[in-house]
């Protein structure tokens, strides 16, 4: 180590914990652009008024939009797992067959909520990292009476976004239904509910739509809805008929979160500005630098070293290092919230979200923090700087 030069001597404090500096750098809840704070922040609406009514029917339209429907998309206040339980509840009747196919910890989460409605699902494991197999889910869908298949587009806990679409062609021939939970993914990769033929897309306010927490959101296609028809698991609050009939008057049937639509309405129409195809390759780009970074700090990544990893970038930690110690570092020390392992793969991995309202510097941010946590921990970057360095070599076209 090099002595402090004169000018860094005296006494030192952590920006992270005295001036509150936070770098909000997961995949969700993301960083919320000041526009759409600013929407947030307006006076309160009464959820009765023409003035909220008005606002709520520009949302739902702009949700069709993102979601690529011309079907229902309904509104749930709740959280993204909200619209997957409503996905379970709405569709199916005591001892129905589905399958549910998974490769990390979001699509275990289907497994869950199934049973906590007592069906027993027919699951289709897949190692967490690989790719869902479009073939292998085919397959068990195709076995007599299979109500629905049940998957996950952007396995957040992996990093791997799968190919929803070629799952859904796959299927489609056997006739259940596909339902997606793109809670993650919806706005920051391609998702065509209509056209791929989706025929239940979940979703949350707080990943890739730059929100707060507090919304979710599920598509409904007209054969989810004869489904829904002829289902008898209970359900009231999640119960997408009851959502229906009062958003088809630009309504809800209970107090929504007001506050988070009116960040949603704002968040949908920046989206719509930047276009998706620019948001998409926005994403493959941080993604890109994220992932060369991440090697030249000299770590393993976890998942595919491609460019359908745009959402989230998992790496494994070195050897003998905790990647929950690094974790806190970085978020107590230097203020820079990363992500860690769930589930089997805590402590084993981190993740970088760049997802929704993210830039190059937060890539770079990401890295260098990383590179200064994991010389605390004993591990040191082969170069000084390395990670960061190759991440603006990326971003300057290299
Ligand atoms: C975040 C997330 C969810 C939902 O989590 P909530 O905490 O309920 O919003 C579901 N699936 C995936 C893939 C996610 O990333």
Redesign the pocket.
């Given at each position: 180590m090099r002595g402090l030069s004169p000018v860094v001597r005296g006494p030192q404090y952590d920006s992270a914990r005295v001036d509150g500096k936070r770098y909000l750098i997961t995949?969700?809840p993301t960083p919320v652009p000041p526009e759409v704070v600013a929407a947030e922040s307006a006076p309160l609406h009464h959820h009765r008024s023409p003035d909220f009514r008005t606002l709520l029917g520009e949302t739902l339209e702009r949700l069709q939009r993102v979601f690529e429907t011309e079907h229902d998309v309904l509104l749930f206040t709740g959280?993204?797992?909200a619209a997957?339980e409503s996905a379970i509840a709405n569709l199916l009747s005591p001892g129905d067959r589905i399958v549910v196919a998974s490769a990390g910890n979001?699509g275990e989460?289907w497994l869950k909520l199934a049973r906590a409605y007592g069906i027993e699902p027919v699951h289709v494991e897949h190692g967490w990292g690989e790719r869902l197999d479009p073939d292998r889910i085919a397959a068990a869908a195709g076995e007599a009476d299979t109500v629905a298949v049940y998957v996950?587009q952007?396995?957040?806990s992996t990093g791997v976004v799968h190919d929803v679409e070629s799952i859904a062609r796959a299927v489609r021939p056997t006739g259940a239904l596909v339902v997606v939970?793109a809670?993650?993914s919806l706005g920051g990769v391609e998702l065509a509910v209509d056209a791929w033929g989706i025929d239940v897309a979940v979703a949350?306010a707080?990943?890739a739509l730059m929100c707060p927490?507090g919304l979710a959101f599920a598509s409904v296609s007209p054969r989810a809805w004869e489904q829904s028809d002829r289902a008898t698991l209970p359900r009231h609050y999640l119960s997408w008929r009851v959502a229906a009939e009062s958003q088809r008057k630009n309504d809800t049937a209970f107090t929504p979160a007001v506050t988070i639509v009116a960040a949603l309405h704002k968040a949908l129409e920046l989206i719509e500005a930047r276009g998706k195809d620019a948001i998409w390759a926005h994403n493959r780009r941080l993604a890109y630098g994220a992932r060369e970074g991440v090697k030249a700090l000299g770590l393993d990544l976890y998942g595919p070293d491609d460019e359908t990893s745009a959402m989230v970038t998992a790496f494994l930690m070195p050897d003998g290092i905790d990647g929950q110690k690094c974790y806190s570092i970085l978020r107590d020390r230097h203020g820079i919230v990363l992500a860690g392992g769930q589930g089997k793969l805590r402590g084993r991995i981190m993740r970088i979200g760049h997802m929704g309202f993210m830039n190059e510097f937060d890539i770079v941010t990401a890295l260098a923090g990383l590179e200064l946590a994991l010389a605390e921990l004993g591990y040191r970057s082969p170069v000084p700087g390395a990670g960061a360095a190759r991440a603006i070599e990326v971003f300057a076209g290299g």
């Open positions: 995949p969700g959280s993204g797992t997957m979001f989460r996950t952007s396995e957040t939970d809670v993650s949350g707080q990943k927490p």
